[in-house]
């Protein structure tokens, strides 16, 4: 069965310093993974995915994602982080022929000044 | 972004009253997808669509019913309200089926059952 574990409910870091946010996944087969951003009282918007081709994966605004098979792990990062990326992050594994989506609890990421 | 409409934004209504809640889309995707979002549950998959009047269950469907009659417009019904059903609800599309594909999202609808 597939399932993916976001490792950290909150993160908090300064801005301008490093975000990371982590994801560990199980999947019985070749996974799709991607990274949702949800900002307060909006839909979701797509950040990035991992559909089995590099395993560097770079997204919009910055963000890019590793994806590493011995460690079943899609964790998202950025090198300075910017008061707008303040929001809410999601895990999420496509599960399925149909490709349904499983989601992470989801990740608070807060910016300080 | 895609373009995904969701009606009503807002909504206040009591228990034991039925409720539908439309996505309506201009992508004309085949298939679209109705999630509710829940603090601490990240988005669980209620219903979903492959094509007008071909629908199936996700992991929380009981309580909800779903209606395609067109491409453009998914339905998702609460025939009878309880106060578990207050939660946030989005629409989704996509244009393929397949692990590989993402799907799009609406702004949501904030459903409260008193």
């Known amino acids: 069965a597939q399932s993916v574990t976001q490792l950290d409910s909150h993160v908090s870091v300064s801005e301008g310093t490093p975000v990371l946010l982590r994801c560990n996944y199980s999947s019985s087969y070749s996974p799709s993974l991607f990274w949702y951003v949800q900002h307060p009282n909006k839909g979701l918007q797509l950040l990035l995915k991992?559909?089995?081709?590099?395993?560097l994966v770079k997204g919009i605004n910055g963000f890019e994602a590793e994806f590493k098979k011995s460690e079943t792990s899609f964790h998202l990062t950025k090198p300075s982080a910017h008061m707008s990326d303040a929001a809410e992050y999601f895990c999420v594994v496509s599960h399925g022929v149909q490709g349904n989506l499983i989601f992470g609890k989801g990740t608070k990421l807060s910016v300080k000044p | 972004d895609a373009g995904i409409t969701q009606s009503p934004r807002h909504k206040v209504t009591e228990t034991g009253t039925p409720v539908t809640l439309r996505c309506h889309q201009t992508e004309n995707h085949r298939y679209m997808y109705w999630y509710r979002q829940d603090p601490g549950h990240g988005l669980r998959l209620i219903h979903y669509s492959y094509g007008v009047k071909d629908t199936d269950k996700g992991e929380v469907s009981d309580g909800y019913s779903v209606s395609r009659s067109k491409t453009e417009d998914f339905l998702l019904t609460l025939e009878s309200a309880t106060s578990s059903q207050t939660s946030v609800y989005f629409c989704?599309?996509?244009?393929?089926?397949?692990?590989?594909?993402?799907?799009?999202f609406g702004p949501g609808t904030r459903l409260t059952v008193t």
């Open positions: 989704a599309i996509s244009e393929v089926e397949g692990r590989r594909i993402e799907q799009y």
């Open positions: 991992y559909t089995s081709a590099a395993t």
